[in-house]
């Protein structure tokens, strides 16, 4: 008898689809799930011996306090993973990465400082995740993209001041949320969360204890009470300048000034991309300071606090695309403007050809303080600087080269889409 029992505990060994942990109990369940469960147990560390069958594996108000990479390599079919009620702090990237199938994710009521977020990128199948009641601070733009069958995820009871613009986006199946209980800073970056709620088909459970922190005057107001006057998109104008600098005898030659006028609350900062044939120039701010002086570097294209960009000596080399953008908390806009200098009597000749986006040739034109775009929309303009012919083989040869004073406006504008 003894031998007997001996060879079946022998044979359940041997057969991997039978093992369980002395501390689990293990049972198959309907259509060939295997559940092991090993919840209450004092476990200080994820069991070894598992099957690899497990499909759900409780492990929920246990002493668990880290999980490594390996703890969890045994049972790669998991679909369902309760943790909750642990001692966790940390997790090691890696750890959820190889576990594709799981759909049940439960981490809450743990001590996680952070989570391993690239880990969620393999986890495509993910519905549930429970991550509330731990002390994260910070949930990085972009980490729950992908998770195309979410439908329920828990952030509540944590220390989350504030959310990335677009945090939940890219989530279509997203059914409930929970983030109440968070220190949010109501600021004008966390805006974009009272809109999304608004919009969202989504329920966003105990939104109204979902409450400011932060600033004083909206402290333990519900987050969808943000005023909406003090948070306004940018918008952006660009409008053209021109002249020529200096007498018509100096050798400045033309001065290309651009200035981008931009409205929002708060006010917007101005940022300049510039995309020459031979550069990429990103401007972050003015490079003139008040008194005039010009920071290293910012001599070619001289940006001003007034939104203001000036090229003097606008020659062949600075054609291209120059894009003004207005950020602030609430959002970025971009308007953009191509340039060209023609040195055709016609200018509309010199516009490339094989542009598909090139309107017709005969815009319309513009004079000095024209509005390049009225609606702010960032559409793509094209001015064209026409050359007299006297000074055209100059400019041929070198742009630098080319003679003042007699300069004309911008001639023709074209409008591209
Ligand atoms: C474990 O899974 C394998 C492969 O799907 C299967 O052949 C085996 O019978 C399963 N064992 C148990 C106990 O379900
Ligand atoms: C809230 O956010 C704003 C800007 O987004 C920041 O200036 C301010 O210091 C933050 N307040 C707290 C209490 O963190
Ligand atoms: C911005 O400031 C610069 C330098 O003071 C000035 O040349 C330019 O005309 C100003 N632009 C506007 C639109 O006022």
Known sequence: MRRALGVLALLALLSPGLACPSLCSCSAKRNGRLLAECAYRELREVPRGLSPNVTILTLSANRLSRLGRASLAEVPELQSLW??????????????????????????????????????????????LKLSNNRLSSLPAGALSGLRELRSLWLNDNELTTLARGTFEALPALAQLQLFRNPFN?????????????????????????LCAAPPRLRGRPVRDIPGELCVAPTAQLTYLSGSRGDGESREGLTLSLHCSVAGSPPPEIHWQIRTA?????????????????????????????????????????????????INEVGTRDVSVNVALSGSGNPAEELPRDDPQAGQPGGKSCSKGDELDPSGMGEKLVIVYRLPKEVRSAAAAAAREFRPGIWPLVLLMLLLW
């Open 278 to 326: 031979a550069r990429r120039l990103d401007i972050h701010g003015p490079t003139v300071a008040r008194d005039g002086g010009v920071k290293a570097g910012g001599r070619r294209f001289l940006a001003f606090k007034n939104g203001t960009v000036a090229i003097p000596d606008f020659g062949k080399e600075d054609e291209g695309t120059y894009t003004c953008l207005a």
């Open 186 to 210: 109501c600021s004008c970056k966390l805006f974009w969360l009272k809109e999304w709620a608004e919009a969202t088909s989504a329920v966003i459970s105990g939104s109204g204890s979902t």
């Open 83 to 128: 943790l909750g009620y642990n001692h966790i702090s940390a997790v090691e990237p890696g750890t959820f990465s190889r576990l594709p199938q799981l759909k049940n994710l439960d981490l809450s009521h743990n001590r996680l400082v952070d989570f391993p977020w690239q880990d969620l990128r393999g986890l495509g199948a993910l519905q549930i």
